[in-house]
């Protein structure tokens, strides 16, 4: 199987990367236009359930053998993701509390890591399915998780305008990341302090450890074959070490 997987993922292999026409607009743009949309009447959990159905059945032209190794492993990499780095090492070095929303903002920071990964080595259907996938099982699992903690807390945390505001925040997160990781490293900081920290007052030190964790675990993940991540997932995440390190 895992032949058969990995000759179906050199098929799909590229060499150019994909450049999101949506980045004519800016961030603040896009983040507004989604927020501005009116809020649905359906329940967050059927909207997700509906489009993992349609894109699961949707006709994208690829290979119905390569769709289950995309579909297998968006999902695998999103829990990935989500619980295999050390929550409560990260908050202590960045500086973040131990809440619910510093889980979410972390957690899309893996994500995007992933994607920033992933997404030069396939042709656009291929990525764009493995994308859809992974945050498809990202929004799934995220309603699972708010309804455990509002059922601890006896309080509604499941509102249509607070999932508006976390989708925002998943647009806004993945642009500014996309746009300060290909510059200089205060262009990064830049993003991280609006994403991560909200644009609130934060400790240079704390900012600049995450500029160097998501650099250096960028880089560790270059170093990791593209089958064994699909095939294998992610057990535990690493970082290189900085060139002048002792």
């Not at 997404?119 to 699972?144: C, N, V």
């Not at 999932?163 to 490293?185: A, P, V």
């Amino acid at each position: 199987m895992l032949g058969t997987s990995r000759h179906i993922v050199r098929r799909l292999a590229m060499s150019s990367r994909m450049m999101d026409a949506a980045k004519k607009k800016t961030v603040e743009d896009m983040t507004q236009e989604m927020l501005q949309m009116p809020v649905s009447r359906v329940p967050p959990t059927i909207q997700r359930f509906a489009t993992s159905l349609k894109m699961k059945f949707k006709s994208d032209g690829l290979d119905q053998s390569v769709k289950s190794i995309l579909d297998r492993a968006s999902a695998q990499l999103y829990y990935n993701c989500a619980d295999n780095y050390d929550f409560q090492k990260l908050c202590d070095a960045f500086g973040l509390g131990d809440f619910m929303s510093s889980w979410y903002k972390l957690t899309l920071m893996h994500t995007w890591m992933v994607l920033m990964r992933l997404h030069s080595e396939f042709d656009g259907k291929a990525y764009m399915r493995l994308q859809r996938g992974l945050l498809s099982t990202m929004w799934l699992d995220i309603d699972h998780r708010l309804g455990i903690v509002s059922k601890e807390l006896n309080q509604t945390m499941t509102g249509q305008n607070d999932m508006k505001h976390m989708h925002g925040l998943h647009l806004q997160t993945f642009f500014e990341y996309d746009e300060g990781f290909l510059h200089d490293d205060r262009v990064l900081a830049g993003a991280i302090w609006r994403c991560l920290y909200m644009n609130r007052e934060v400790d240079p030190i704390h900012l600049l450890k995450v500029v160097t964790y998501m650099r250096s675990t960028v880089a560790w993940l270059e170093t990791k074959d593209t089958n064994e991540i699909l095939v294998e997932g992610i057990s535990e995440w690493k970082q290189l070490r900085p060139i002048n390190a002792s």
